[in-house]
């Protein structure tokens, strides 16, 4: 196998077009926004923290997460024999009624980034507390109208706000609402409402993400979303 | 076990901070809209954030997370629901003095560079890509694309022959 000699690079090649060799070279130019790589990176952490890179599996941010729950979630279909096995697992989809009103008027939260993170393996383990217990038990005995069908939409709406989470918190914060008016109670219903959290954290709209991230400890007491949500609410100027 | 965790955090942080401008860059030249690319560069990092504790150095880093970006930004060009994007960022309203002149030009440049890239399938795309504008070394590339190093020499020429195609039907003149 021969060693081929490095080519030179066509900017730097001066037989070639010069207006070539600058439309090259204008793509040099180009820098990200400082503010938006922090972002970026504040969002990395956030969601793929789980244990700031020590964690082989925690990595994931909203969106890979989301990702992986929301595809796992569809693949589920919300079943109630999911639910079942799961115990009342604190990231358990379709989550009773009773607890989204508690969601006051915020926003809801779906976690992209954090949720995620820990729920698709906290799913199963969760520990509950009594009151989620109760609630779970309730779930069970009301043999349940089949959970409502996720279709297509459900997941790729969740996606869809998940990935604007970063770059369009508004936009994704309207993504999650539009997804809790369609799909009040979806496989990804604890993702959905740890991103309205995120994201209300993210428009700085301190009050009603507390108020949110409040109704959201109080159903997921466990939720590998806490930390992240309890970060993100850290971050807004107001108390 | 916490200082661990918090030594591994800032390694990411220094990695990120290294790297991320670049797979920015790459990734819009890749063709991912501006809306999107913050949302792909994250998915790019979150993967770099899982991975770099098992990053056995066998590649270079920079390699490694250029191969993770070619991946992430295939991937998120096959998802139906990407958004549409308009094809350039927002030119400046208005640009009357010479820096703004200058940035605007420099703008047009891209969008049309964006448009000749458009024009390559996504496997010369990227060669071209990582080689001409990330500088990339040809075995760095080879690397990240995870092909033979004839192949990815057989892309670069080719996808050199069709930019210079694309550039004279964007109005550039034939070299």
């Known amino acids: 196998m021969s060693e081929e000699r490095e080519p030179v690079r066509l900017r730097d090649d001066p037989a070639e077009d010069a207006g070539l060799r600058a439309m090259l070279e204008a793509a040099q130019g180009e820098h990200a926004d400082d503010a938006l790589l922090e972002r970026v990176l504040a969002g ?19 969106f890979s997460k989301l990702a992986a729950s929301t595809a796992a979630a569809v693949a589920v279909a919300a079943s109630v024999a999911w639910i079942a096995s799961t115990g009342v697992g604190p990231a358990t989809p379709a989550p009773p009624a009773h607890v989204v009103p508690g969601m006051g008027d915020a926003v809801a939260p779906l976690d992209a980034g954090p949720a995620d993170t820990g729920r698709s393996d906290a799913g199963p383990v969760a520990t509950a507390s009594e009151e989620d217990a109760d609630a779970g038990r309730r779930v069970l005995s009301r043999a349940p109208a089949p959970p409502p069908d996720p279709g297509p939409g459900d997941a790729a709406l969740i996606l869809a706000a998940t990935r604007a989470r970063v770059s369009d918190p508004a936009r994704s914060l309207a993504l999650a609402l539009e997804h809790r008016e369609r799909f009040p109670e979806s496989a990804a219903t604890e993702d959905r409402e740890a991103l309205v959290v995120l994201d209300l ?32 609410l850290a971050r807004t100027s107001s108390p | 076990m916490q200082a661990a965790s918090q030594s591994s955090t800032h390694d990411f942080t220094a990695v990120f901070r290294e790297h991320a401008p670049s797979v920015h860059r790459a990734l819009r030249r890749l063709g991912v809209g501006g809306a999107d690319a913050p949302d792909v560069l994250q998915e790019v990092f979150v993967v770099v954030h899982k991975k770099l504790p098992g990053f056995e150095g066998r590649s270079q880093l920079r390699t490694w997370i250029y191969g993770i970006a070619l991946r992430v930004a295939s991937d998120h060009r096959k998802r139906a629901y990407v958004r549409r994007e308009r094809p350039t960022d927002a030119l400046p309203e208005r640009a009357g003095s010479a820096p703004e002149l200058k940035e605007l030009e420099r703008r047009e440049r891209v969008a049309m560079l964006d448009r000749a890239l458009a024009a390559l399938s996504p496997e010369k ?12 070394t040809m075995k760095e590339v080879a690397a990240a694309l995870e092909c033979p190093l004839m192949t990815a020499y057989a892309r670069l020429y080719s996808a050199r022959e069709e930019l210079r195609k694309a550039y004279v039907r964007e109005g550039g003149t034939p070299s």
């Open chain 1, 44 to 62: 990395v952490l956030a969601g793929g923290g789980g244990g700031g890179g020590t964690s082989g599996g925690g990595g994931a941010t909203a």
């Open chain 2, 125 to 136: 795309r990227e060669v071209l890509v990582l080689f001409e504008l990330e500088e990339l």
């Open chain 1, 201 to 232: 954290a993210a428009l700085d709209r301190g009050p009603e993400a507390r108020r949110a991230a409040e109704s959201f400890r109080a159903r997921w007491p466990r939720s590998a979303a806490l930390p992240h949500i309890d970060a993100a």
